[in-house]
């Protein structure tokens, strides 16, 4: 399988970036207090939600040893309603350290950042890139949803050496690029367009290399827990034609893989040993092609598929039926010509480049 393009990844997200796009209050900000302030109380809190705790803190307490010097009582009623109190009571500790043993100065780099109560590894690295251009990269949620996506990966992310992996890709796709600028396209990104339930693949900036898109398993990604075991599958596709040579086509909606990709109509069997009088006998054999009135001519070599998880074997059987009558409405009947104006599953224009010799019945 082809390397993973990496450089078309980080091209591709920081020219889509811009910082209108998702407006935050502390975007831009170059203070490690604020943006550690921002981090802590986004865990776990929607934005909408954050927000006016964010600016109620900022107003409170403008410095870090402001924080530092306020009341426990004080500081858990600003943080009522936040839920997860033990973000706030690390928020202080965290505080304290930095007035008490750090002179009132965040540490400036990451595993020092990752030293103070309450910060894990994704806090540590937005603060040591966004607040002192040190070269890490993000790696939350979104992230890892996006580089699953992008690599076709299914590593489940939770676990000890599934993180260890999923940080190798992310540092090969920060490469050498401004990090602060990287994490936060990564971060929008992932808000806005790789979103966990609704992606926007049709305008993504990624999709013409993003191997989840061309697979059909966007939604499948990324796993947790067992790794996704590969699957076989046979797929007999029927190429029928028409007296005046036209083909039936139709675009896939199920969620699976090739999703609105066009193609012939398909059986899945499981085997690629079947003829057509075998076919014909299924229960999913399209109950609208009268199988009386086709005439069967050929059967394709198989053709093999290798998807990240799925191994498609596929056969192609032609079939003659001249009248073509009552053809359902989501079928399109077209000129071979017309063929290249509809995307097509590789497996299909491999079949239609090479016209393959049919074989046998
Ligand atoms: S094409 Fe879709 S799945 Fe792939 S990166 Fe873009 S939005 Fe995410």
Known sequence: MEQVDWTYFRRGLTDWYRPDRRPMPWKGDRSPYRIWLSEIILQQTRV???????ERFVAAYPTVGDLAAAPDAEVMKLWEGLGYYSRARNLLKAARVVANEHHGRFPDTYDGLLAL???????????????????????DGNVFRILARYAGDATPIDTGPGRKHFQQLVDAALGTAPAAAFNQAIMDFGALVCTPRAADCPRCPLADHCRARAEGWVYELPVKGKKAERRDRYFHYLVVTDAAGRFLIHRREDRDIWRQLYQFPLLEAGTLDLRPAALMQRDDWPDWLPAEELEFTGRSAPYAHQLTHQRIGTVFHTAHWPEMRDVPPAYLRIDRWELERYALPRVITRYLETDRLTLDL
Not at 48 to 54: E, H, I, K, S, V
Not at 117 to 134: E, K, L, M, N
């Open 48 to 54: 909408a939600q954050g927000l006016p705790y964010f």
């Open 117 to 139: 109560p309450g910060v894990g590894p994704y806090t540590a690295a937005a603060i040591a890139s966004f607040a002192f251009d040190r070269p890490v990269a993000v790696l």
